[in-house]
């Protein structure tokens, strides 16, 4: 399987919002409802986001939302903090419990 | 408190071996899937191998198919990744993670907890 494809970088004002895309195929994202986004700081672990394309754990600011069109998903975080500079990573399921991640998008906060 | 503590990481040569354990605790282990994922140095994410909750599942990805085998103890409360045929490429922080159920999907849903990683080191 091959990896998902990420932009490596992107960038947004404090207060402002940006959208993170996530690249798959009609084999993964495009099949399956079943994308999930880590948020990873340096040297932590990575920490789930959103799944199921939309969703969000318990506990997660609402200013994260995941969406989904054909082959495509995307993360948009609003209202950006500081502490949101990161490594954004997707994830998508691809059939026979196989999961393929992206390749991270380091977020700048401006 | 959920919490899942990777062990058993370290330096070994190429065409070496090494078992990895991940002791989970503050959840009733047997009635999820765990996954382990990698992270090379500097690089992405990557799926390596999972399990479903009764251990009779395992599924692996394809740079570990052949060399790798997990497997659990659900009396133990541990989650285990046994390495052969270890290759420098294989150098990575490996990390276990909790899946959400998913019935048979035992990946979809991805990962709600992560461990804090261990690093192991192929080379010689």
């Known amino acids: 399987q091959s990896a998902l494809t990420q932009p490596p970088s992107a960038s947004g004002s404090l207060g402002q919002s940006v959208t993170i895309s996530c690249t798959g195929t009609s084999s993964d994202i495009g099949s399956f409802n079943y994308v999930s986004w880590y948020q990873q700081h340096p040297d932590k672990a990575p920490k789930l986001m959103v799944y199921d394309v939309s969703q969000r754990p318990s506990g997660v600011p609402d200013r994260f939302s995941g969406s989904k069109s054909g082959n495509m998903a995307f993360l948009t975080v609003s209202g950006l903090q500081a502490e949101d500079e990161a490594d954004y990573y997707c994830?998508?399921?691809?059939?026979?419990?196989?999961?393929?991640f992206g390749g991270g998008t380091k977020l700048t906060v401006l | 408190e959920v919490q899942l503590l990777e062990s058993g990481g370290g330096l070994v040569q190429p065409g070496g071996s090494l078992t990895l354990s991940c002791a989970v605790s503050g959840f009733t282990f047997s009635n999820y899937a765990m996954s382990w994922i990698r992270q090379a140095p500097g690089k992405g994410l990557e799926w390596v191998s999972a399990i479903s909750g009764s251990g009779g599942s395992t599924y692996y990805a394809d740079s570990g198919k052949g060399r790798f085998t997990i497997s659990r103890d659900n009396s133990k409360n541990t989650l285990y990744l046994h390495m052969n045929s270890l290759r420098v490429e294989d150098t990575a922080v490996y990390y276990c993670?909790?899946?959400?159920?998913?019935?048979?999907?035992?990946?979809?849903?991805?990962?709600?907890?992560w461990g804090q990683g261990t690093l192991v080191t192929v080379s010689s």
């Open positions: 993670a909790r899946a959400p159920p998913r019935g048979a999907r035992i990946v979809a849903a991805g990962f709600d907890y």
């Open positions: 994830s998508s399921y691809a059939g026979s419990n196989n999961l393929v």
